[in-house]
């Protein structure tokens, strides 16, 4: 399939750009567009055949369900049903932005993009291109991450183009992603509100709106464990994962670096491609390797924004090691570490 690649300037898409995603949506067609968070790759959300297409192309699981985003929370109405009080207070201060809510849902919502569920996952994300591509589109379009399964989510268009370019009908480049981690997704489709997966709109957000949301016990630990089966389905596949054997380094940081540097040192001596997951702080500090910073440690904005683009670069190089830095885990930092320790197979050296 020939991929249509169209460029937004500063931000906007040209009026015949957006008209061509338009179209190729609404005739069941596959297109990548930017979101505040990462991008996201997008078909008819009410059209099943539609949303099969976004399975194939990212080899995805197909019991693995797709976020369905709006562009007027009043949609949110057309699609779900039994909504409780919290979730309109929660559309009413986080919409639009990072956050996803999870409700029963409405015939009109095919089980090909629920992942064969009885509720459906709604977002009603910030950017501008997304939101007039939705409400053109007929206003309910599906979007996983624009990445093949099993890599990490795509926060820039070359990232997109390199995993489903020949695989879609067109990709959206909008620049950067400025969130740089996937939506926040909190459950109200029971009683008890859940996080299931953690993001920008934190813990501590959400429970100022609505009291009590406790995290799903999957996503503070080790999944794969047996008994303890995470509610979104997406957070049991360890995707996100580099090529390269990844370990995060946890405590002190001078200790740390003293750690990774000897580390590196002895794998580099062996031949091997070493990767540094190192900060604006600490990168003049490490000798051995390829070192790449991720962002700032004072400013946790800047790490959820650089993570992926850096598990992507060692793929690049084909880092056989990588090895990392770890971070507080306070309000943001949870959803940083959440997604580095998945993509570390939850690999831990802990430096006394
Ligand atoms: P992605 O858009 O690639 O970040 O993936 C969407 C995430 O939302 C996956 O982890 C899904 O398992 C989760 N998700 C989507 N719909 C539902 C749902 N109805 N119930 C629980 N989790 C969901
Ligand atoms: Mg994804």
Redesign the pocket.
């Given at each position: 399939m020939k991929t249509i690649i169209v460029e937004a300037d500063k931000g906007i898409l040209s009026e015949s750009d957006l008209n061509t995603a338009t179209n190729i949506i609404k005739s069941g067609g596959l297109v990548a567009f930017p979101t505040e968070t990462?991008y996201?790759l997008g078909a008819d959300a009410l059209n099943p055949e539609a949303s099969k297409k976004i399975y194939k192309a990212k080899g995805?699981p197909s019991d693995?369900?797709?976020?369905v985003h709006i562009a007027d929370s009043g949609n949110m109405e057309q699609i779900a049903r039994e909504i409780p009080d919290k979730a309109f207070r929660l559309a009413e201060v986080f919409w639009p932005g990072p956050l996803?809510i999870?409700l029963n849902?409405k015939d009109i919502v095919p089980f090909s993009t629920?992942?064969g569920?009885n509720?459906?996952?709604i977002r009603l994300p910030a950017s501008g291109i997304a939101k007039d591509l939705i409400s053109r589109s007929g206003g309910y379009i599906a979007?996983?991450?624009a990445?093949i399964s099993g890599k990490p989510?795509p926060t820039r268009a070359e990232h997109v183009i390199a995993d489903l370019s020949g695989k879609v009908d067109m990709i959206i480049d909008g620049g950067k992603s400025t969130l740089g981690l996937?939506?926040t997704?909190i459950?109200l489709?029971s009683d008890e509100p859940i996080i299931?997966?953690p993001g920008c709109i934190t813990k501590a957000m959400l429970e100022n709106i609505i009291g009590n949301a406790p995290y799903d016990k999957a996503i503070l630990g080790k999944i794969i464990e047996k008994d303890i089966k995470?509610?979104?389905?997406?957070?049991k596949y360890s995707?996100y994962a580099p090529e390269g054997c990844l370990t995060i380094y946890e405590g002190n940081i001078e200790s740390v670096i003293l750690a990774i540097n000897k580390k590196a040192k002895e794998i580099t001596e062996k031949g091997k491609t070493v990767g540094i997951i190192a900060t604006e702080e600490t990168k003049g500090l490490y000798r051995y390797g390829n070192i790449k910073s991720i962002g700032r440690r004072g400013d946790e904005d800047s790490i959820a924004a650089g993570l992926y683009a850096v598990l992507r670069d060692f793929d690049d190089i084909h880092a056989e090691y990588i090895f990392s830095e770890s971070f507080a885990r306070g309000d943001l930092g949870q959803a940083i570490m959440n997604r580095l320790l998945k993509a570390a197979g939850y690999r831990v050296e802990k430096i006394l």
């Open positions: 990462v996201g995805r693995n369900p797709l976020i996803t999870i849902k629920t992942g569920l509720t459906v996952a979007a996983p991450s990445n989510s996937e939506s997704i459950d489709s299931l997966r995470p509610k979104a389905p997406g957070m995707h």
